[in-house]
């Protein structure tokens, strides 16, 4: 050991020095560290809203597309299907959609904004199951109707609303999506800006 005097203002430097640099890294480190909390831009655009292009569906046809992992359905309903829909209420658990699994501007006798335009998660309210879009089939399933969903897993039914039928395993209405119409052509699923 030295017995060379103690040079305090060298000491209080590299003190300093020592803290300033060991801040600066810190902060280095952090920075990336809590960038990574932030959600991946796949995680951001698997819940982003989606457009669908109805200009080419065609009355009775049912597309799907996928939003936040989900099918989604979108038909176009016939005069036919609108007119059969009346008709068997009295056979709907929920026929007048008091359940809220769907938007408060869907609260309609069609569940829609546009009576001819049908939007719906496409999973079945038991257990998670997708139905099956029967056109001119469902008639076999229940009598009177020509068209609906039909989950085979456990037999629950749905009408063109994506109501449930009672004596099925189901317990609700098919969910409806927050949707709006962008165009005559464009729907924006995934956000609700009013009826259109």
Sequence with gaps: MSNAPVDNGRRRFLTIATSVVGGVGAAGAAVPFIASWNPSERAKSAGAPVEVDISKLEPGQLIRVE??????????????????????????RDPQSQEP????????DYRSLRPEIFL????CTHLGCSPQFLSGGFGEKV???DDGFYCPCHGSKFDMAGRVFQSV??????????????DETTILVGEERGVA
């Design 101 to 108: 699994q769907q938007l408060e501007s869907s609260t309609n």
């Design 143 to 145: 009598e009177g109707t």
């Design 169 to 182: 395993p189901a317990p609700l209405n098919l969910e409806i999506p927050p949707y709006t119409f962008l």
């Design 120 to 123: 719906a998660v496409g999973i």
């Design 67 to 92: 939003w936040r992992g989900k099918p989604v359905w979108v038909v176009s309903r016939t005069p036919k299907m609108l007119e059969q829909m009346k008709e068997h209420e009295g056979q709907l």
